[in-house]
């Protein structure tokens, strides 16, 4: 994790460029490579973990393809709605990260 110090402030600091805060998401989506971590990541970006639909249980480390497995799932369970504000948040080893907030 030391490789990703420093991440978690400039996510934050994202966020409120654009003018949101954790709370204001109605899904968020992070990368999924192990349970512990998506929890890690919803610290870093101050939302609770209830708000990430998790598939890690379910499907293992999707790599890429995590965040549009959670937007499908979301989707099909009726979890995500027209309307939603939605984040998601990718990170990858050698400490890298990509924030996207859309309304749905």
Do not use: Y
């Not at 402030?9 to 998401?25: C, F, I, P, S, T």
């Amino acid at each position: 994790m030391g490789s990703f110090e420093g991440l978690p402030v400039k996510v934050r600091g994202a966020l409120r460029e654009v003018g949101v805060e954790g709370d204001d998401l109605d899904l968020v989506c992070v990368h999924q490579p192990s349970v512990p971590f998506t929890k890690v990541v919803c610290d870093w970006v101050g939302v609770d973990p209830g708000r990430v639909l998790a598939t890690f249980p379910t499907h293992g480390n999707v790599a890429t393809n995590t965040i549009p497995l959670q937007l499908a799932a979301a989707l099909d369970s009726g979890r995500l709605q027209r309307g939603h504000l939605v984040g998601m948040f990718g990170f990858a080893s050698g400490a890298s990260a990509g924030v996207v907030v859309c309304r749905w």
